[in-house]
């Protein structure tokens, strides 16, 4: 199918009324920022169970950690609530002095004993982001004896020894490592939920902006902290959920939007050299790619899983739908990252994907479910997607879904194969290594519930390679295992990456200051204003 085909399905299934947004067409307040953009995949706002890119940048906006990325060079680190930091001779500790005029919106000063209530609460709720703490040997039972607070100012972390403390301390950069309000957090608890009922629907930070209304599937209004001594023109954020890309468009053309977030190549390119609009780019550490559950008699054989590989027009997806949006990459690190291997050894063969089909036993071919997020760019790329594997005998049958649900749906590996995105956690090339190598417990009941577990994909030498990688002290060495480990990755896998995104915020004429990050929690509206 060709890009016009796609477009014109596109259009036909929209469901907003152009017209009646049309007529409702006013400019926005000058202190109202109002963004367009698609927001189903959040499925939680408590920066401890939270695990989407939406997700992290709304929390990125309302929540500090003790360090975050340097935004211009994310491979070093600043001080976010933290004003220094030490570690022991053994390497096995670090202090922390926390800076003395952060806030919480309450207005409440930042503990250290908030800091370590924030991080132990990671832990003990154990949600899906909890393996990126737990990996230094932090349990229920002995976190709040490794991490605790020694003073107002002063928290101490002690490490299980087993990685180096610069890995420690791109961990606690991550979306899970947000600092929550302790008093207000408990305060709001059910039974034993330490408040993750509340936090999924509310704020409790130090960070410029609070949650003051969500509603799943429809917006987010944040305003800003009045804690905070920074004094912005802009004092409300409205996002609001838009799916299609064309009545985003539509919104930001007519006023009712400032910025729009999700717009297609195609789209994108009519708005270029327009001097009403501004795109502000930024190659961003998400990648989209199909992932396929081995626990699938077919998918489970090795020649199936080159099979598709071998099937699918890259080039062309990129081409004909993307081109403005996305890069094809086949590596699980993203470009950007340090080691990220940007060869592309994948590429359109049918004849030799028929050939491992046969090899497999298959050689009919035979019928599958594919989830996928129902926003575009995923519909398009589905579709040509089961006509690339329709080629070789493979029969997609596609399963559009709101993206949390999909994302419901592969952590609890009840799909079959899924076409999705996903984002790096913090700067370091372990954060995807452990994502799509690692799991030592396949177990339904596994601690680490990590991407290679939630599709069945044990690989006890890929485990090790893996963790030997994390703990290699010798800079190059290190580099040097996590590309061999990419290279045999793209081979024996069952993840089939396709595309890394180009994140594109499209502003109109006098909006300035958004900054979009390499990683999700990155982006920010703390310096946006309206001219």
Same mark, same amino acid.
């Given at each position: 199918?060709?890009?016009?085909?796609?477009?014109?399905?596109?259009?036909?299934?929209?469901?907003?009324?152009?017209?009646?947004?049309? @007529?409702?067409?006013?400019?926005?307040?000058?202190?109202?920022?109002?963004?367009?953009?698609?927001?189903?995949?959040?499925?939680?706002?408590?920066?401890?169970?939270?695990?989407?890119?939406?997700?992290?940048? /709304?929390?990125?906006?309302?929540?500090?950690?003790?360090?975050?990325?340097?935004?211009?060079?994310?491979?070093?680190?600043?001080?976010?609530?933290?004003?220094?930091?030490?570690?022991?001779?053994?390497?096995?500790? /670090?202090?922390?002095?926390?800076?003395?005029?952060?806030?919480?919106?309450? &207005?409440?000063?930042?503990?250290?004993?908030?800091?370590?209530?924030?991080?132990? @609460?990671?832990?003990?709720?154990?949600?899906? #982001?909890? %393996?990126?703490?737990?990996?230094?040997?932090?349990?229920?039972?002995?976190?709040?004896?490794?991490?605790?607070?020694?003073?107002?100012?002063? =928290?101490?972390?002690?490490?299980?020894?087993?990685?180096?403390?610069?890995?420690?301390?791109?961990?606690?950069?991550?979306?899970?490592?947000?600092?929550?309000? +302790? +008093?207000?957090?408990?305060?709001?608890?059910?039974?034993?939920?330490?408040?993750?009922?509340?936090?999924?629907?509310?704020?409790?930070?130090?960070?410029?902006?609070?949650?003051?209304?969500?509603?799943?599937?429809?917006?987010?209004?944040?305003?800003?902290?009045?804690?905070?001594?920074?004094?912005?023109?802009?004092?409300?954020?409205?996002?609001?959920?838009?799916?299609?890309?064309?009545?985003?468009?539509?919104?930001?053309?007519?006023?009712?939007?400032?910025?729009?977030?999700?717009?297609?190549?195609?789209?994108? @390119?009519?708005?270029?050299?327009?001097?009403?609009?501004?795109?502000?780019?930024?190659?961003?550490?998400?990648?989209? =790619?199909?992932?396929?559950?081995?626990?699938?008699?077919?998918?489970?054989?090795?020649?199936?899983?080159?099979?598709? +590989?071998?099937? /699918?027009?890259?080039?062309?997806?990129?081409?004909?739908?993307?081109?403005?949006?996305?890069?094809?990459?086949?590596?699980?690190?993203?470009?950007?990252?340090?080691?990220?291997?940007?060869?592309?050894?994948?590429?359109?063969?049918?004849?030799?994907?028929?050939?491992?089909?046969?090899?497999?036993?298959?050689?009919?071919?035979?019928?599958?479910?594919?989830?996928?997020?129902?926003?575009?760019?995923?519909?398009?790329?589905?579709?040509?997607?089961?006509?690339?594997?329709?080629?070789?005998? /493979?029969?997609?049958?596609?399963?559009?879904?709101?993206?949390?649900?999909?994302?419901?749906?592969?952590?609890?590996?009840?799909?079959?194969?899924?076409?999705?995105?996903?984002?790096?956690?913090?700067?370091?090339?372990?954060?995807?290594?452990?994502? %799509?190598?690692?799991? #030592?417990?396949?177990?339904?009941?596994?601690?680490?519930?990590?991407?290679?577990?939630?599709?069945?994909?044990?690989?006890?030498?890929?485990?090790?390679?893996?963790?030997?990688?994390?703990?290699?002290?010798?800079?190059?060495?290190?580099?040097?295992?996590?590309?061999?480990?990419?290279?045999?990755?793209?081979?024996?896998?069952?993840?089939?990456?396709?595309?890394?995104?180009?994140?594109?915020?499209?502003?109109?004429? &006098?909006?300035?200051?958004?900054?979009?990050?390499?990683?999700?929690?990155?982006?920010?509206?703390?310096?946006?204003?309206? &001219?």
């Amino acid at each position: 199918m060709d890009r016009r085909s796609f477009l014109a399905l596109a259009s036909a299934a929209s469901f907003f009324s152009y017209d009646a947004l049309s @007529r409702a067409s006013a400019a926005t307040p000058g202190n109202v920022l109002v963004v367009a953009q698609q927001l189903d995949n959040v499925t939680s706002l408590d920066p401890q169970e939270s695990f989407e890119a939406v997700a992290a940048e /709304i929390a990125g906006n309302m929540y500090q950690k003790l360090v975050r990325p340097n935004p211009e060079k994310p491979e070093e680190l600043n001080g976010d609530l933290a004003e220094s930091w030490a570690v022991s001779d053994d390497r096995k500790t /670090i202090t922390f002095t926390l800076k003395s005029d952060a806030a919480f919106s309450s &207005g409440a000063a930042v503990t250290a004993e908030d800091v370590a209530f924030s991080l132990a @609460r990671a832990v003990k709720l154990d949600k899906s #982001p909890a %393996f990126i703490i737990n990996q230094f040997g932090f349990t229920k039972e002995n976190v709040e004896q490794r991490i605790r607070a020694t003073g107002p100012r002063t =928290l101490v972390v002690e490490l299980d020894g087993t990685a180096s403390p610069a890995f420690a301390l791109y961990c606690l950069s991550a979306n899970v490592g947000s600092v929550v309000e +302790k +008093k207000v957090v408990l305060a709001n608890a059910q039974g034993d939920d330490l408040g993750n009922g509340w936090l999924r629907n509310n704020s409790a930070g130090s960070g410029g902006w609070v949650m003051r209304s969500w509603k799943a599937s429809e917006s987010a209004m944040l305003e800003a902290s009045p804690a905070q001594a920074r004094r912005g023109p802009i004092r409300r954020i409205i996002l609001r959920h838009v799916v299609d890309p064309s009545a985003q468009l539509l919104l930001l053309r007519n006023g009712d939007a400032d910025i729009a977030r999700n717009l297609t190549t195609e789209q994108l @390119r009519a708005l270029q050299g327009d001097d009403n609009y501004a795109l502000v780019r930024k190659a961003a550490a998400s990648l989209v =790619l199909i992932q396929l559950n081995v626990a699938h008699p077919q998918l489970a054989k090795p020649q199936v899983r080159q099979a598709i +590989k071998w099937a /699918i027009d890259y080039r062309g997806i990129q081409a004909n739908l993307v081109s403005l949006t996305h890069a094809v990459h086949q590596s699980f690190l993203p470009v950007g990252f340090p080691s990220a291997v940007t060869d592309t050894p994948f590429q359109k063969d049918v004849a030799k994907a028929k050939a491992l089909l046969a090899e497999a036993g298959v050689a009919d071919g035979f019928e599958i479910v594919m989830d996928h997020y129902s926003a575009q760019p995923y519909p398009d790329m589905a579709q040509a997607l089961q006509a690339d594997l329709a080629a070789i005998g /493979i029969r997609l049958r596609l399963m559009p879904g709101e993206n949390r649900q999909v994302l419901t749906k592969t952590r609890a590996r009840q799909h079959e194969m899924a076409l999705t995105a996903w984002g790096a956690d913090y700067f370091d090339p372990n954060t995807n290594a452990e994502a %799509f190598c690692v799991n #030592p417990d396949n177990g339904t009941n596994a601690r680490n519930r990590t991407l290679a577990w939630r599709n069945s994909w044990s690989d006890a030498a890929f485990t090790q390679r893996s963790l030997d990688a994390l703990k290699e002290a010798d800079a190059a060495k290190r580099l040097a295992l996590y590309d061999q480990l990419q290279r045999d990755h793209m081979q024996q896998s069952p993840f089939v990456f396709m595309l890394q995104t180009t994140n594109t915020a499209a502003c109109r004429k &006098g909006v300035q200051g958004v900054r979009l990050g390499t990683l999700p929690d990155s982006n920010s509206y703390a310096d946006v204003r309206k &001219g």
